[in-house]
């Protein structure tokens, strides 16, 4: 392990069970090690935790919006909405729950319509998605936990915060790469 990461690591233990004692079960699932490597400060992590479920929640809960189709990420109070929908007042019900959702500073939505016979489906998907990850993950270059890969009709959308703008660019170039991938969108940010 890196001196940085170790660090990282010491200053994370205290403040996590804090936090965990503070957040109740909201934190039970983050190990130290994403904490440890994630590019956001402690509360800023938890916050944005804490937007993506309440999203999670209101999609679950409304009729119109359906939560497997959509999901949110929340990085510094941003959400992307990332999906597909079946109708235009589907996708703006969405954008609207996650506007209204407390904390949320913007929401930017990647979503297309469904289409009901594609040359990409599920499983095509699903694979694409997990090769990419794969690719990321092989990169030296790239901190592949900080990358977020998400996969609609074969397009590619890269989520997160990296460290250098270098970083950022590495990983999509590397999504790219990845046979059968139509297209790359990226949504990283870096700390520079």
């Given at each position: 392990?890196?001196?940085?990461?170790?660090?990282?690591?010491?200053?994370?233990?205290?403040?996590?069970?804090?936090?965990?004692?503070?957040?109740?079960?909201?934190?039970?699932?983050?190990?130290?090690?994403?904490?440890?490597?994630?590019?956001?400060?402690?509360?800023?992590?938890?916050?944005?935790?804490?937007?993506?479920?309440?999203?999670?929640?209101?999609?679950?809960?409304?009729?119109?919006?359906?939560?497997?189709?959509?999901?949110?990420?929340?990085y510094?109070?941003?959400?992307?909405?990332?999906?597909?929908?079946?109708?235009?007042?589907?996708?703006?019900?969405?954008?609207?729950?996650?506007?209204?959702?407390?904390?949320?500073?913007?929401?930017?939505?990647?979503?297309l319509?469904?289409?009901?016979?594609?040359?990409?489906?599920?499983?095509?998907?699903?694979a694409l998605?997990v090769?990419?990850?794969?690719?990321?993950?092989?990169?030296?270059?790239?901190?592949?936990?900080?990358?977020?890969?998400?996969?609609?009709?074969?397009?590619?959308?890269?989520l997160?915060?990296?460290?250098?703008?270098?970083?950022?660019?590495?990983?999509?170039?590397?999504?790219?790469?990845?046979?059968?991938?139509?297209s790359?969108?990226?949504y990283?940010?870096?700390?520079?």
């Amino acid at each position: 392990m890196t001196r940085r990461i170790l660090h990282r690591l010491l200053l994370v233990t205290l403040p996590l069970l804090a936090a965990t004692l503070l957040n109740g079960c909201t934190m039970a699932a983050v190990t130290i090690y994403q904490l440890a490597v994630d590019e956001r400060k402690i509360g800023t992590y938890i916050d944005d935790k804490n937007i993506e479920a309440a999203i999670a929640s209101k999609f679950h809960e409304d009729e119109r919006v359906r939560p497997l189709d959509l999901s949110a990420f929340s990085y510094n109070g941003r959400v992307f909405l990332v999906g597909q929908y079946d109708s235009t007042k589907q996708k703006a019900r969405a954008v609207k729950i996650a506007r209204q959702t407390p904390g949320v500073k913007s929401v930017t939505a990647h979503v297309l319509p469904r289409r009901a016979l594609s040359k990409c489906g599920n499983i095509d998907t699903a694979a694409l998605e997990v090769k990419v990850k794969g690719y990321l993950i092989a990169d030296e270059h790239i901190r592949a936990t900080n990358v977020k890969v998400e996969s609609l009709q074969c397009n590619i959308v890269l989520l997160g915060i990296v460290e250098t703008r270098r970083e950022a660019s590495q990983a999509v170039a590397c999504a790219k790469n990845v046979e059968g991938v139509r297209s790359v969108t990226s949504y990283l940010r870096s700390t520079q």
